[in-house]
């Protein structure tokens, strides 16, 4: 199977692409997209009868990155105390009680932020996999992945014999897909076409 994903600049244009993927013979099952506006999402689903691409549950990278950043937050919340305390005479005498403070702080942080990445790795978000997982080198999905977090709609066209992606592609960027370094900066590709074989 061989996919071609473009990003595009707002909901309308996404529309009228799937809709010319269509009349052209997509079957809407090989058709997908992608927004960040769940109001619009909606929208333009029941609009064309394409369904929306889930993306990848986020998994344990979330539960990491939330476990850290909580605990960076413990820290930064407890430190400035525990420095008030050293600053003044009267107070040193508390110091101790400072640095139990800051590690309560850290542990307190490091559960809580685990707790909210595990709950929010459960969703279904993860664009940067989804695209891997369809072929699309890591560099590019990166991009159309901050092209989503910008405001951009990703329309993802699959065709199981390899033989009208180009058509697919071509249909894409008559429409308005944009160049990944007009979206986000760095990137040279209108549109990706990838297969199996990461081509």
Known sequence: MES???LFREPGQAK???EALKSRGFERD???????DAVAEDDLAQSTGVSPEAGAPAGA???IRGALMG???GLALTFPI?????????????QQGGIYGM???ALGGLGLGGLFGALAGSDHGDYVTLLRRMGVPPVQAE???SGISDGHVIVIARDPSSARADEALSLMRQHGAVKLDDAVGGGRLQSERVGDDGR
């Open 71 to 73: 605990a960076l937050a």
């Open 143 to 145: 991009r159309f992945n």
């Open 16 to 18: 009228v692409v799937l």
């Open 30 to 36: 090989h058709l997908g997209f992608a927004l960040n």
């Open 4 to 6: 071609v994903v473009a």
């Open 82 to 94: 525990w420095l008030l305390l050293l600053v003044f005479p009267a107070t040193r005498l508390y």
């Open 103 to 105: 590690l309560f702080g």
């Open 61 to 63: 990278s979330s539960v």
